[in-house]
């Protein structure tokens, strides 16, 4: 684990066995480890992630939402385990899945976004009805 983290929220003792559990400042910290040297600026953008939302996250102390770990992982090849835990090892070992195109069809499946696209090129709709909002 990484100094920072926490075993148990809220400082109760627990188990000893009790499995570990995510603390945003361990979280920060080893985000901060992955960017090294890097400006915000030039980190945010190599991860697809606002500047001003990264800066939220390792200036101010607002814990990271599911898109920026997200995109942590993925763009930085990063273990989630060890992102959140700290859990070595710190790089998945799997190398990345290429997307697989299914014969006969325009579904795509391994991409980022597996909702399956029309053939027009855009999302297919998860409701068949549309919500029309009355004044």
Do not use: Y
């Amino acid at each position: 684990m990484t100094d920072g983290d926490s075993l148990n929220s809220g400082g109760c003792a627990g188990p000893k066995d009790a499995p570990p559990r995510p603390s945003a400042d361990g979280v920060i910290a080893r985000i901060n480890e992955i960017r090294a040297n890097e400006t915000l600026s030039t980190f945010a953008k190599s991860i697809g992630v606002h500047k001003e939302t990264l800066r939220r996250v390792l200036k101010m102390g607002q814990s990271p939402r599911l898109d920026v770990l997200l995109a942590v992982c993925r763009q930085r090849d990063i273990n989630a385990n060890w992102l959140l835990l700290g859990i070595e090892p710190k790089h998945r070992k799997d190398p990345p899945v290429e997307p697989l195109e299914i014969p006969g069809t325009q579904t795509t499946v391994g991409e980022d976004d597996e909702r399956p696209r029309s053939p027009r090129g855009g999302h297919q709709r998860s409701s068949p009805t549309r919500r029309v909002r009355q004044s």
